[in-house]
């Protein structure tokens, strides 16, 4: 069973909370959020391993994290970036043109019934035979019957490109960057920057979705960037990050994330924590993201007092338990799959 230590004056009191620590060439004093967010990611990746295993709950003891919902420490291990790696990159053709369309299409709507509805009606998913009549055909009479065609996850806002509905212009999204030479330009883009700027140039893909397609897109064998490359700050991440560091964290949350990713091993010695990574992996760029995310929903509860930028105060959504069995299967290239 894992515990999350909520020992409030002891991390108050740590080395590195009255220290403070440098980044960018400015001094940030840690608040007690800080320790927290190393010891919530000791004990998520804890609950992750305990369920892999198979061992029965209860994972953990500590009642925000076995009451509510938070991701995985790492992004490539949660419930839709595995559907996204198993069922989407690595089933059907391996055409590059055919992964990148069949990528940004799940990842649109984010939602695996709406991309299980899509194979289920019209087949293997192909660049080649896409025909944007009877996708909008399948698509809008799922709406029409009632159905949640977008995940609640994040807010993919609709391109203004002539058509009434949401999907409709996604489609048209889809059917801008598979034209427009979308697909090439990211392959042969000289670094994850590059790659990051050609998908922020398409309407509706601002700098948060642009960051996360491509760091979906990277999962496939064609792309060969480091998720030490690069990061893009959400606003999740900037609510954590202020928390943990306060005001003077401010335009700088991208030094800050790297800081975290570099200096990982030092804190969960720090503390006592032990963190074997994913399998070996260390935490990358943007798991620290994602995790400054959870710390800041974590937060609302375990520290009530110290403010973000939302001012959002509860945690929305409950933890319960998918039917279906984890998985645990990630980009061959990362050689973590036995």
């Known amino acids: 069973m894992v515990t999350l230590v909520q020992d409030r ?17 400015r001094m940030l004093r840690p608040t007690p959020v800080f320790d927290t967010y190393w010891r919530f990611a000791a004990a998520r990746q804890a609950v992750y391993e305990a369920r892999l295993t198979g061992r029965s709950q ?3 003891d500590d009642p925000i994290l076995s009451r509510h919902r938070f991701t995985n420490c790492y992004r490539a291990a949660d419930r839709v ?21 069949r990528t940004l299409l799940f990842k649109i709507f984010n939602k695996e019934s709406t991309w299980q509805l899509l194979t289920r009606e019209l087949g293997e998913v192909r660049w080649a035979d896409y025909d944007y009549r009877e996708f909008d055909r399948v698509l809008s ?5 009632g159905e949640r065609l977008y995940s609640a996850a994040y807010i993919v806002p ?6 009434e509905r949401k999907h409709r212009n996604h489609l048209r999204l889809l059917e801008m960057l598979m034209t427009s030479g979308a697909p090439e330009r990211v392959s042969e883009a000289a670094s994850m920057r590059d790659a990051y700027e050609v998908l ?16 979906d897109l990277n999962y496939a064998p064609h792309l060969a960037f480091s998720e030490m490359d690069f990061v893009v700050p959400g606003p999740g991440a900037r609510d954590g990050i202020r928390k943990c560091f306060g005001a003077a964290s401010d335009g700088i949350e991208a030094e800050v994330i790297r800081y975290m990713a570099e200096t990982q091993q030092e804190h969960f010695a720090r503390l006592g924590l032990s963190f074997g990574g994913l399998k070996g992996r260390p935490l990358q760029l943007i ?3 994602n995790l400054f995310c959870e710390v800041d929903k974590y937060a609302r509860v375990a520290h009530p007092d110290i403010a973000g930028i939302s001012g959002r105060s509860r945690i ?10 984890l998985r645990a299967w990630f980009p061959p290239k990362w050689g973590l799959n036995a």
Do not use: H, N
């Open 9 to 25: 004056q002891a991390t108050s009191s740590s080395p590195r909370a009255s220290d403070g620590v440098r980044v960018a060439g």
């Open 58 to 60: 209860p994972w953990t």
């Open 81 to 101: 970036s595995q559907a996204v790696i198993g069922d989407v990159i690595y089933q059907g053709p391996q055409d590059w043109d055919d992964v990148f369309f």
């Open 141 to 145: 009479a799922a709406f029409a019957a």
């Open 158 to 163: 609709p391109p203004q490109l002539g058509e």
């Open 200 to 215: 922020l140039g398409y309407p509706a893909l601002g700098p948060f979705l642009a960051y996360q397609f491509l760091i």
């Open 287 to 289: 798991d620290c993201q």
């Open 316 to 325: 929305k959504q409950s933890y319960r338990q998918y039917g279906a069995p």
